[in-house]
């Protein structure tokens, strides 16, 4: 198993500029979720799906799409980049965040995005 | 909405002294995880808690959930220096389904 793949590992954008960041897992994972990472701040969640054909909001979903069309990918569409989406974008998969027994969630490496 | 608080922010110990981070949430939690994130890399698992006044260990890990469901920490015993890194407690509401993070503790430690 692959687990949690992500794509691009680096991303260099203009403002104004779109783009998609990858996450696959492989696991067979219903839950699947984006995080962004910025120092001080921990990983705040941007979207979240819990199947295919579902997702909602976390708590800073503004400038981000989403999409859940299979249960392996969940991809992260910035519309138009700003600079303060320079970040860290984790994508992260689990079983079921409310099964107790498989609620451990599993991050992809990460991306590493910045918006000029 | 739901807030995960945790501190202290950075914590600088010297090799053998213990460590311990604290998790307060502004709501009742079904469960709380704990994720170690090393200089670079991604958050890994730890543990997940679910029940009221839950103790679990792993080797010179300790951690609590608290009585109330709303608090949690993490001890460590004698650090080591593979323990440097950055500890975060994620919260899950009870009812929901999104899992909020902590800010995170930075973990230093001096051989």
């Known amino acids: 198993n692959a687990g949690v793949t992500q794509t691009p590992k680096f991303q260099v954008l203009k403002t104004g500029q779109s783009m998609t960041l990858q996450c696959a897992q492989d696991m067979n994972h219903e839950y699947m979720s984006w995080y962004r990472q910025d120092p001080g701040m921990g990983l705040r969640l941007i979207h979240y799906?819990?199947?295919?054909?579902?997702?909602d909001q976390g708590e800073v979903p503004n400038g981000y799409n989403v999409s859940r069309s299979t249960t392996e990918d969940f991809p992260l569409r910035l519309l138009s980049a700003a600079p303060s989406q320079t970040s860290v974008y984790f994508c992260?998969?689990?079983?079921?965040?409310?099964?107790?027994?498989?609620?451990?969630?599993?991050f992809g490496p990460g991306t590493r995005l910045t918006v000029t | 909405g739901q807030q995960v608080m945790q501190i202290p922010q950075y914590q600088h110990v010297q090799e053998g002294e213990d460590f311990t981070t604290y998790c307060n949430s502004s709501?009742?939690?079904?469960?709380i995880q704990w994720y170690k994130q090393r200089p670079g890399g991604h958050p890994v698992f730890l543990i997940q808690?679910?029940?009221?006044?839950e103790v679990k260990k792993q080797k010179r890990l300790t951690f609590q959930f608290g009585e109330a469901k709303k608090n949690s920490s993490l001890h460590i015993t004698a650090t080591q220096t593979t323990d440097v890194g950055t500890y975060f407690c994620a919260g899950l509401r009870s009812g929901g389904f999104k899992t909020i993070f902590g800010a995170g503790t930075r973990l230093f430690v001096k051989a």
């Open positions: 799906s819990v199947g295919a054909g579902i997702t």
């Open positions: 808690l679910v029940k009221s006044g």
């Open positions: 992260a998969s689990s079983y079921s965040p409310v099964d107790r027994a498989k609620s451990e969630q599993y």
């Open positions: 709501t009742t939690l079904s469960n």
